[in-house]
């Protein structure tokens, strides 16, 4: 009986205790040991200065884009998480002091936190022991999903950038960034930037859109348009990054030599103008994100109060220069229409200043866009709009009228009425519906409400026109005050159409644009994809370049075949143009090359070039001897060039002095399977096979037979018009449905048999006229019109065994 033992579990549980505590003791030790001044070399008395020239020459030296060595990345993770340490006063203190890395971080704390800062800075933490880190609570708000991010975030990038952290549950690095990440959060959200946290294994497919494929990745999203961060990740740095990413000329530097020109645009751009006063010499970030909110509706300029070039600005608006302060402009650019000033600007109180003052006082329509927010559709009974639209022109004689109309809107600003004009010009599509396609040469004033979005309105025209006088004002107010009271006042209808948009730009621009953010989008790929990204793309490329310079290499160094020898060409029949046009429209195809491919019939390719022929594909073969080869394969090659395009013919020889038996095998084959075995008979088998031609089909088992004809020049040779009357008899023939007898004769005559004196005329026949009328045959041969032998099998290439034809 065999008695089994086991290790009581205790003694494992104390091994394991064993092992983390002197695992713990190395760490801790470890962890005493880390300093960030040896680690960015410089003394503990240095500057501010002097650690950040250290740190960004270490961080060039070290960073994993430039560095192949495989410690790069944890030395440049150490270099960035001393810099964070040293760089902030307040933790450069604790460190000093105490050890401490976090100015939060009770002193009683130290040690643990030293221990908790070294393993984390070296990818390691409680997940090393495969325990489950759970997720930071501050980071639960901002998590980002597929329907999320298509249906909210990417509209909203278009009004305020996005800052995207991509993280996944076992990242070891992502804890070393997230004390900056938090901070930068802390300051950036809220300034109006938004804050997105992806985690790379819950939404793959998220991030696959982003084109994110590693943890932690740090993505900037502004119009759409995503951008990966590739700097060491520092607060500022992250700050710098997304103010790159607003588009320039956001906001535009005023002075005292040209604020008159930017107040005074408000006629070509159709805004309101926004300054801020301050004293900091650069553009807060704070003051862009909101111009890039509001970038649509309103013109930002920033005005420096400590540059000596303001100073006419600042006495002519009594800017108090201890606060930052912001001015609203509309028509009159001597009076600013509202004005703001506050110590801490906050970002709710410049959009609420700017939202409620985004239209001018009467702002022209120039797209359907501001038609729609200016003239909303009528929801609800109390919430009428009335718009007041005044139609006219953009010359110089129109200025006096639009300017009335002006002042009639500044003195009766109610909030159901809306005031706007357009320019007949530029909006006939919309003046012709409200007209009644009448074109006017003097202002008219239209007052109309709007019911769907499908731009069905309610509207009346003031009788009188409008010229801007007392009484055309007196007019229009008695009609708005009716108008108040009774609402079914606007008697007529219509269905407005889509208003042209006049701010849209022009073609080229748009495609400069494009072509300009495509051309950064891979630039950047390029210089900061790293090679694992790259090499599908890689891939790619280099296939394609081996294809294309491989093609020509072969062509350029592959040899032509077989050149044909230039002798003097044999005097032929002349060709009548019948026959030349009738050859040129027969050949389906041109040739594909200058020259034809003949392979001779050996017992190697015989099963592939006949037996196993590829069904639809016939071999056209010439049988010759070894004196007749050259003569008879220059002239095969001739007769049968043009027709050396069509990918179903191929062409073969066969020598009949190394392989005689094969003719006869394959005559008497077909002459058995002949429904009249009588006929057959009367036909001797020549004894000269020189000239002949077979068109065999493998794979029905069938050929058509060609036997030279001599086409001389003697007129007196009653063989060459014998066989030319034979061949107009044949051709009659064969389109008649005759008797077996009277068809197996026409296929005998056919295929050149003809009578026996025919046969002994053609031994006579000299070898470079035996194929003169293979042209003519070939053409028949592509019409489908040739007679077929039939025959059970074909014949062997030796005359002791037969191939059985297999099907392909």
């Known amino acids: 009986m065999v008695r089994r033992t086991s290790r009581h579990p205790g003694t494992c549980r104390v091994l394991l205790a064993i092992f983390l505590l002197i695992l713990s003791l190395q760490l801790v030790k470890s962890a005493s040991d880390y300093d960030p001044y040896k680690t960015l070399g410089v003394s503990r008395s240095a500057s501010q200065a002097e650690i950040k020239r250290a740190y960004k020459n270490l961080a060039r030296e070290w960073h994993p884009d430039k560095n192949k060595d495989p410690k790069a990345e944890d030395m440049f993770i150490k270099i960035s998480k001393s810099y964070e340490i040293l760089s902030n006063e307040e933790r450069r203190s604790n460190f000093d002091r105490y050890g401490q890395m976090d100015e939060n971080q009770p002193f009683g704390q130290s040690q643990h936190h030293g221990f908790r800062s070294f ?121 710098q990054f997304i103010e790159d990413l607003l588009p320039h000329k956001l906001v535009e530097k005023v002075t005292d030599n040209n604020y008159l020109t930017f107040l005074d645009n408000w006629h070509v751009e159709n805004k309101p103008s926004v300054l801020l006063f301050d004293q900091v010499p650069v553009i807060p970030l704070l003051y862009k994100l909101t111009a890039f909110a509001f970038r649509d509706y309103v013109r930002f300029g920033f005005v420096d109060q400590g540059d000596t070039h303001s100073t006419r600005l600042l006495r002519q608006f009594n800017i108090n220069t201890y606060a930052p302060t912001m001015l609203l402009f509309k028509e009159d650019t001597e009076k600013p229409v509202d004005i703001i000033q506050a110590r801490g600007m906050k970002r709710q109180i410049m959009d609420e200043f700017v939202s409620n003052n985004k239209f001018l006082q009467v702002p022209r329509l120039v797209n359907q866009q501001l038609f729609d ?88 025209c003031i009788s009188g026109g409008w010229n801007g006088s007392e009484e055309d004002k007196y007019r229009l107010h008695e009609q708005l005050e009716l108008l108040q009271k009774d609402p079914t006042y606007l008697s007529s209808d219509a269905t407005l159409p889509e208003l042209n948009n006049e701010m849209a730009p022009i073609f080229i621009v748009q495609w400069i644009n494009a072509a300009y953010d495509y051309i950064l989008q891979i630039y950047d790929d390029l210089l900061y994809s790293n090679w694992r990204e790259m090499m599908p793309i890689l891939s790619l490329i280099f296939s394609a370049l081996f ?39 027969t050949s389906s195809r041109p040739p594909k090359k200058d020259f034809v491919e003949v392979t001779e019939l050996t017992d190697i390719t015989y099963t592939s070039n006949l037996v196993k022929l590829m069904p639809g594909h016939i071999n056209v073969v010439l ?43 394959i005559l008497r084959s077909a002459s058995a399977t002949a429904e009249n075995k009588a006929h057959s008979d009367e036909d001797e088998e ?30 007196n040779d009653s ?41 002994s005329r053609a031994t006579s026949i000299e070898v470079h006229h035996k194929l003169d009328r293979l042209g003519l045959w070939m053409e028949r041969l592509m019409e489908g019109t040739l007679p077929r032998l039939q025959v059970p099998a074909w014949p062997s290439l030796d005359e002791t065994t037969n191939i059985s034809s297999t099907d392909c």
């Open 119 to 239: 393993h984390s800075s070296f990818y390691f933490d409680e997940s090393f022991f495969h325990f489950p880190r759970s997720r930071d609570f501050a980071d639960s708000k901002y998590l980002l999903h597929h329907t999320q991010f298509n249906s909210d975030v990417l509209p909203d990038s278009h009004k305020r950038p996005y800052l995207i952290k991509v993280t996944s549950e076992w990242c070891f690095a992502c804890i070393h960034i997230e004390p900056v990440w938090k901070e930068t959060v802390q300051e950036l959200e809220p300034l109006g930037v938004g804050i997105g946290v992806v985690d790379l294994g819950y939404e793959r497919r998220l991030a696959n859109q982003l084109g994110a494929h590693r943890a932690p990745s740090i993505i900037g999203l502004v119009n759409g348009r995503v951008t990966f961060f590739h700097q060491a990740v520092v607060r500022e740095h992250l700050r």
């Open 373 to 460: 927010e200016l003239c909303p559709v009528k929801q609800f009974h109390r919430r009428r709009k009335y718009c007041v639209l005044l139609i006219t022109g953009e010359d110089q004689a129109f200025v006096p009228g639009n300017k009335a109309f002006l002042d009639f809107a500044s003195a009766n600003k109610k909030e159901v009425l809306r005031f706007a004009y357009v320019y007949q010009r530029h909006q006939q599509p919309l003046c012709q519906a409200l007209l009644h396609n009448q074109a006017s040469l003097s202002p008219q004033v239209v007052i109309l409400e709007r019911r769907s979005q499908a731009g069905k309105v309610l509207y009346r």
């Open 686 to 715: 020549p004894s000269d096979y020189a000239g002949h031609v077979l068109a065999l089909n493998g794979h029905k088992k069938y050929f058509c037979l060609f036997r030279p004809v001599f086409t001389g020049d003697d007129p």
């Open 719 to 759: 063989s060459s018009e014998t066989s030319f009357s034979s061949d107009s008899r044949r051709k009659s023939r064969s389109r008649s449905r005759s008797s077996s007898h009277s068809r197996s004769r026409s296929h005998s005559r056919e295929d050149g048999t003809g009578p026996k004196r025919g046969s």
């Open 547 to 585: 294809i294309l310079f491989g093609t020509v290499i072969i062509q350029a160094f592959s040899e032509p075949g077989e050149n044909k020898p230039h002798k003097p060409k044999p005097k032929e029949q002349p060709q009548t143009a019948n026959d030349a046009s009738s050859r040129a429209s």
């Open 623 to 665: 049988v010759l001897t070894n004196a007749s080869k050259n003569a008879l394969l220059r002239k095969f090659a001739k007769e049968v060039f043009s027709f050396s395009g069509t990918q179903n013919l191929h062409f073969s020889f066969l020598n009949v002095d190394k392989h005689r038996h094969w003719m006869p095998s």
